[in-house]
């Protein structure tokens, strides 16, 4: 719902950012890596983000409506290829979860550079 509980929120589009085969490695649990909006100056006094805050206040077990996909990162076939990846609007996430899947195959012989942007220095 929105801040008022009335009204249904818009979808929002999130990235899974475990690797692909799960972060207990059997694929059956997938993260996300959210960052809970707190405005404390707001327009109207301190204003909390909908869809986060709902989100990490979840507990284990608690249902939760999902669709998607709505997107697709690939790698390049050639281990040795160096990848520059800029994070500035998705957030680390998308990069999180192939460099999990990297990390665990080993292979990777190319150079990983990764840069996020962010648009206020709060945000970091």
Known sequence: PD??????AKVRTYSISSPSAGDDGQGTTLSLTIKRLVE??????PYLGVSSNFLC???????VSLTGPTGEMLLP???????LMV???????????FLR??????????RLVLYLGVPYAGSM
């Open 87 to 97: 994070a500035t609007g998705t957030g680390v996430a998308p990069f999180r979860s």
């Open 77 to 83: 076939q050639d281990p040795d290829s160096n990848l």
């Open 3 to 8: 801040r008022d509980g009335r009204t249904p």
């Open 101 to 110: 899947d990297l990390a665990r195959g080993g292979a990777w012989r190319g």
């Open 57 to 63: 206040d979840l507990k284990p077990g608690d249902p």
């Open 40 to 45: 404390h100056d707001g327009p109207h006094g």
